[in-house]
């Protein structure tokens, strides 16, 4: 196990049933967004970068059929993005399944805590394979087209969303429940 999975264990005892139960701190969600207002503002932005990930592959430009220093890039940034989607989930059944609006204090920081890291991934991703495009049209390695100029604004556009995921992210106040 992981130091990070250990210091876990010592929030949770165990009742007289034998059944172990969390008796560690939570947090509440507090400030002018809502928890479901909070979800509805990262997932519009996860949607918006997914999208645009996702029509960047799907217009085929030329520097993502075999050329390493594009497709790499544009792989890890799926995964990362990935990454996004899996805390964007994991803080949504947490937010939906609190009782009284209460999360408890290890999931916000490895969902809401770790989002700003997991979205920074991502947009440098994005911004080394937008790079690499540019290099692979000025080697000659493709004629510029329209697919081309697509890849480079669906990075842009994905960039943009994940700064606003982010600032979402870290505009979120907590406080101790």
Request: charged share 20%; glycine share 10%.
């Amino acid at each position: 196990m992981r130091k990070k999975e250990r210091e876990r264990l010592k929030d949770f005892r165990r009742g007289e049933d034998g059944t172990f139960s969390y008796a560690g701190d939570h947090v509440r969600l507090v400030g002018a967004l809502g928890p479901s207002e909070l979800l509805r503002a990262l997932w519009a932005a996860f949607a918006v970068a997914a999208l645009a990930v996702a029509v960047a592959g799907a217009v085929n430009p030329a520097g993502l059929t075999g050329c390493p220093y594009v497709v790499m890039p544009y792989m890890l940034q799926l995964v990362a993005l990935v990454s996004v989607a899996w805390a964007l989930g994991r803080l949504t059944v947490a937010l939906r399944g609190a009782a009284g609006g209460r999360v408890r204090v290890y999931v916000r920081d490895e969902t809401v805590g770790s989002l700003p890291g997991r979205c920074a991934l991502a947009i440098g991703l994005a911004l080394v394979a937008a790079a690499g495009e540019v290099v692979f049209l000025a080697t000659g390695g493709a004629a510029p087209a329209a697919a081309e100029f697509a890849l480079l604004a669906c990075e842009a556009l994905c960039c943009v969303a994940l700064v606003a995921l982010r600032r979402s992210a870290r505009a979120a106040e907590w406080e101790g429940a």
